[in-house]
């Protein structure tokens, strides 16, 4: 079957045709011919299915362009899903003149959204709270709805949003199409549906484990003082172009970002307090390839569907077994293919038990890579590349350096090899961790390798209660680093965290976290340790980077200034909140 026979007008084809779509999913082959009858529908189908199509398609032939005012709307349950939803319902309408889609959600302006509104938007697509806000100012009228939707309604349900839908739907007139659709059908589900949907057509396309089929799931037993090391390992040596962190808690968000970023890997931190163009920015990262790892909560995750996501690690098990469906749904999307890493510790068997029987799949258990593994693995990829180098030749200066340090040292030509190997990796051998007075854990951690066992001694320790970066004032705790001070325009009163200010630093200047030393945040500014010397373009870019809404306007640190006779300025400088440096990290003088 295809689009054709679904009975659409013929600018909804066309529009179709465009996008390159030729056969329709099984959600939009058994929704669009009801809803295009009249009848109300409930949809059980997970994201990924095309249900989006399944009720766009039908929504814009019930809209007339002619008329102003709001025919339509699209409840959904976080802001990512209701732009997601919105572009998506925009594409379908190219080829219908005069019909425009508005999104409108919080955290952003509500004057291009009043603005929208006042020219007459026929489709608006939002999430609960900024639609009630919306009505109540007066701005948002309802009366002329044929067509609502309901979204994501268990995921509505369960952030709390019921007596919202309630109260839009009470706006809207009785005599209208109505679509339901949701991953999972509860009592509260079906409550809701009862209550809205006149004689519903039931539309259940596929089991919930369905769209899994697509994504390799698997599981591995990790203590949680070595969750972290073994996330790095994980992310060092994966073919996946890009990766979602799954966490349960916001402050689990930073402490695992800022771990990540530490160690050179392109990472970058969402979660609720994430201002909402900051949350775009990071999505357009993610998609463009200038960001390859996102640490994420369930929530924050919502709606993202981005191509280059080939993996999910679930670093917490979700408290929900449904949720494990949601996040793993972040990959293998659209009929690609994606790999799902679950971390439990050994007391979380259960939980696996639950996933499985949800999911009517067995997990398969995996060997997590070594740090042996990670280094052989850059190796590898380095190993990869000789051909092509050798074949640009251009090597007479190192075959002559070669040979000289041959002559000179004896070193055979393969131990040779294997040294400069093991450089290029960044393996330089063991070494013995300096002995820390403060932790004897780390007097016990007696190796350091660049893979694993320096990462667990950090963060094993926020297992005792203890944040490992950023602990009750907010100072981020980063390994040693020579270099210079920097002040960066953000600080304690816009409620910044060291992990936001290490994502901006690195994504916008493209250094590495190790380039990072210790961060002190203060009430309206934060110093940062930075090695190296920084380029003015690379200055330039940083200064622009925003953090909690503010430029960091970042500039070589000039301490506190003075006025007479060394009397600090009032206000300048004054007590950073502060943590115990961590075990390694330079201590500055003077303090600020």
Not at 288 to 295: E, M, R
Not at 434 to 444: G, T
Not at 512 to 531: C, H, Q, R, T
Request: aromatic letters at 4%; hydrophobic letters at 40%.
């Amino acid at each position: 079957m295809g689009f054709a026979d679904l009975g659409l007008p013929d600018e909804l084809l066309a529009a179709v045709d465009d996008l390159g779509f030729t056969t329709p999913t099984d959600i939009q082959v058994e929704a669009i011919p009801v809803l295009l009858g009249g009848r109300d529908v409930v949809g059980v189908a997970q994201t990924g299915t095309g249900k989006t199509a399944a009720f766009g398609l039908p929504l814009l032939a019930a809209v007339d362009p002619a008329v102003r005012g709001v025919q339509a709307l699209v409840l959904t349950p976080t802001r990512e899903l209701a732009i997601q939803v919105a572009d998506a319902v925009r594409t379908f309408a190219e080829r219908s003149k005069g019909v425009q889609v508005l999104s409108v959600y919080g955290g952003s302006s509500y004057v291009p959204q009043l603005r929208a509104l006042k020219d007459g938007a026929q489709v608006v697509v939002g999430t609960p709270g900024r639609v009630m806000d919306l009505i109540e100012r007066g701005s948002l009228k309802l009366g002329g709805v044929r067509f609502l939707v309901l979204d994501e309604a268990d995921e509505m349900l369960r952030m709390g949003f019921a007596e919202d839908v309630e109260q839009i739907a009470s706006h809207v007139p009785e005599v209208r199409r109505t679509a339901l659709f949701s991953a999972t059908m509860p009592a509260a589900i079906k409550k809701v549906a009862a209550t809205h949907l006149t004689d519903p057509v039931r539309v259940a396309v596929t089991r919930p484990a369905s769209t899994t089929a697509t994504v390799r799931q698997t599981y591995a037993v990790v203590p949680f003082r070595h969750k972290a090391g073994a996330l790095a390992r994980v992310l060092a040596t994966t073919d996946a172009a890009a990766a979602i962190v799954f966490v349960r808690t916001k402050g689990t968000v930073e402490d695992v970002t800022l771990e990540l970023s530490a160690r050179g890997i392109s990472a970058a931190g969402l979660s609720g307090d994430v201002p909402q163009k900051e949350r775009e920015k990071l999505v357009d990262r993610l998609r463009a390839g200038t960001l390859d790892v996102l640490v994420a909560t369930d929530v924050a995750a919502r709606g993202l569907d981005v191509e280059r996501i080939g993996l999910v690690v679930n670093f917490d098990v979700p408290r929900e077994a449904d949720s494990y469906v949601h996040r793993i749904g972040r990959t293998g999307r659209a009929g690609r293919t994606g790999t799902a890493l679950t971390f439990l510790t050994p007391r979380e068997r259960g939980q696996l038990h639950q996933i499985e029987r949800l999911t009517e799949t067995r997990l398969e258990e995996v060997t997590l890579p070594s740090p042996a593994d990670v280094s052989a693995h850059r190796a590898g990829r380095l190993l990869a590349q000789v051909p092509e180098r050798h074949a640009a030749d251009r090597l007479d200066l190192y075959r002559d350096e070669v040979r000289e340090h041959l002559a000179a040292t004896g070193v055979s030509a393969e131990d040779l090899a294997a040294t400069l190997l093991a450089l290029a990796v960044g393996d330089d051998g063991p070494r013995r961790r300096e002995d820390d007075a403060d932790s004897a854990r780390a007097r016990r951690a007696e190796t350091v390798d660049a893979d694993g066992d320096f990462v667990t001694a950090r963060f094993e320790e926020s297992s005792r209660g203890r944040a490992p970066h950023a602990e009750s004032g907010g100072r981020g705790r980063r390994p040693r680093v020579a270099g210079t001070r920097y002040r960066v325009e953000v600080g304690h009163k816009d409620g910044v965290q060291p992990g936001a200010i290490v994502g901006a630093i690195t994504g916008e200047g493209g250094l590495n976290g190790s380039d990072l030393g210790k961060i002190d945040i203060f009430p309206s500014f934060s110093l940062v340790e930075i090695s190296g010397e920084m380029s003015a373009d690379t200055s330039r870019r940083i200064a622009s980077a925003r953090v909690a809404g503010r430029p960091l306007r970042i500039r070589p640190d000039e301490g506190p200034r003075r006025v007479g006779r060394g009397a600090r300025t009032a206000g300048e400088h004054g007590p950073a909140h502060r943590s115990a440096p961590h075990r390694g990290a330079a201590r500055t003088a003077p303090r600020h």
